[in-house]
């Protein structure tokens, strides 16, 4: 391994996300249970989202809108117009929640920051994320931050021809198989994978990986021991 | 003058943007009709765009938003739920609005692009703007495209360290005076303005400028005489 650039995802690795998300879901699930169970009315959610995603990409103020045209469609346009407020209410305290950073990602940042060029590489709304960056005590490690429309190989071939290396000095560190490891792999990258504990559905793949490039660790912290085998 | 980068701003500098969210005002206030007439609601929905700009930024998501929570405010919470489907749907086809690029743009980008390294500087929806990048023919043209949360001094910074470049190299061609000339000037970059009919109104500012980095043009063609002055 000749790593150069260490690219991080942020939502779910770097901060906690996904937990905020399913908390805002329930409330909005609750504001549908006149007209459906609140499981029903999570699918419903979901399938708009995705319906949506090509044309309001991934973030907050698209999962709002989604929201939004949820409840019109399964009220059938009946829900009174209160849930409206109430949903762009439970969006704008989404947008509004206080950073929190995961264990173990300062000490793992202090710890590379002096041997690799650290990058964030994630998706979402692009004030949103340069928000929680800011907020989040650890701005100061990385050399730079791509907010990305999609995570799919073309994305990641993209952003290392920005960063001017090849995919063998790349290493992809995220909690998404499917947005973090797989289309980095693709392309002849590296990537260690961090479950975390609750993912988008969306999100969601079910495979085994053999790949020497590929690494899965429990936490962050058990990503430099790794690193530190390779450094000069 | 030793130029070595030039950036051009997208929305009503490369495409049509500002006439086509007009359009889409036009329809919303007259959703609005029986409420309030459609110049105060137009004034309403302004408040309400710019209250919300730290919270969800620039772009199509966040002034769907707006929209909505406009038609909650004025209605005081009476109007009919159909109004919110109407606004999804005037948002929407916003979204999917076919990409018009500028008479006189492919000539000049096509001018230039051997001489100096051409970038986009654009506020905005990510996907957004990569959609229209991409649909507009003119992608191939660029070095790079920066997706920028805003266009302050700060902002341009960050953009010069990114580019590598002093901002004596760096020129910014764009239609908004407060966002694409007055903060390039003031960290030392050289500045064109051209104007466009139409200006969001949140985006004016009535300035004399006297600085010898800045010129105004009347259209994207009157930028080459000026380059070519200054070519090797």
Request: aromatic content about 8%; overall charge negative.
């Amino acid at each position: 391994m000749d790593i150069k650039v260490i690219a991080f995802d942020a939502d779910d690795t770097l901060w906690i996300n996904e937990p905020y998300f399913r908390e805002t879901e329930t409330e909005f699930c609750q504001l549908m249970e006149s007209y459906l169970p609140q499981h029903t009315a999570a699918r419903e959610l979901l399938q708009i989202e995705i319906r949506n995603l090509s044309l309001y990409g991934y973030g907050i103020k698209g999962f709002m809108l989604s929201m939004i045209e949820t409840a019109l469609t399964v009220s059938n346009n009946t829900i009174d117009i209160s849930a409206v407020e109430k949903i762009i209410e439970l969006g704008k305290a989404l947008l509004a929640r206080p950073v929190e950073v995961l264990d173990g990602v300062f000490d793992v940042l202090s710890a590379l920051k002096d041997n690799y060029r650290l990058v964030v590489a994630t998706k979402g709304d692009l004030l949103d994320q340069e928000r929680k960056l800011r907020n989040s005590g650890i701005l100061h490690f990385f050399h730079h931050v791509e907010v990305m429309s999609d995570k799919q190989e073309g994305d990641y071939r993209k952003l290392l021809k920005h960063l001017d290396i090849t995919p063998d000095q790349f290493l992809m560190i995220g909690n998404s198989l499917k947005s973090d490891v797989l289309p980095v792999l693709a392309i002849g990258g590296h990537a260690i994978h961090i479950p975390f504990h609750i993912t988008w559905e969306h999100e969601h793949v079910d495979v085994h990986i053999d790949n020497p490039n590929f690494r899965q660790v429990e936490n962050i912290l058990a990503i430099l021991p790794l690193l530190y085998a390779t450094l000069p």
